[in-house]
């Protein structure tokens, strides 16, 4: 009884910026380890950003310094803020957590993914 709900995707011209959100929901103690992975069609899911309960974040590769994760403990939520879009972000991105159920299981769970095109 945990699901993660990501809302903020959409179509967006080259150099322009999304803010991406994802809340977990349902009978959740906590959230630890947080990220946001994207998959463009034909292509593998790749890392893009991944920030622990503490605050500490890591960033792959291909963001190059134009995105940044951050999250909110109270409210179980995990952002992306993404600036200077490139053709080449163009991707489902997907959220994921590692969650603490109320029963005290950990569980490992993905969002629904949310589009996000970007457009010349």
């Known amino acids: 009884q945990a699901q993660l709900v990501e809302s903020g995707g959409g179509l967006v011209q080259a150099g322009g910026s999304l803010r991406l959100s994802c809340a977990a929901s349902g009978r959740i103690f906590s959230a630890n380890a947080m990220a946001w992975y994207r998959q463009a069609p034909g292509k593998q899911r790749e890392l893009v950003a991944t920030?622990?309960?503490?605050?500490?974040?890591k960033y792959g590769d291909s963001v190059g310094g134009r995105f940044t994760i951050s999250r909110d403990n109270a409210k179980n939520t995990v952002y992306l803020q993404m600036n200077s879009l490139k053709l080449e972000d163009t991707a489902v991105y997907y959220c994921y957590a590692d969650l603490l159920l109320r029963d005290g299981i950990w569980r490992g769970a993905w969002g629904q993914g949310t589009q996000v095109t970007v457009s010349s």
């Open positions: 920030i622990t309960s503490g605050g500490g974040t």
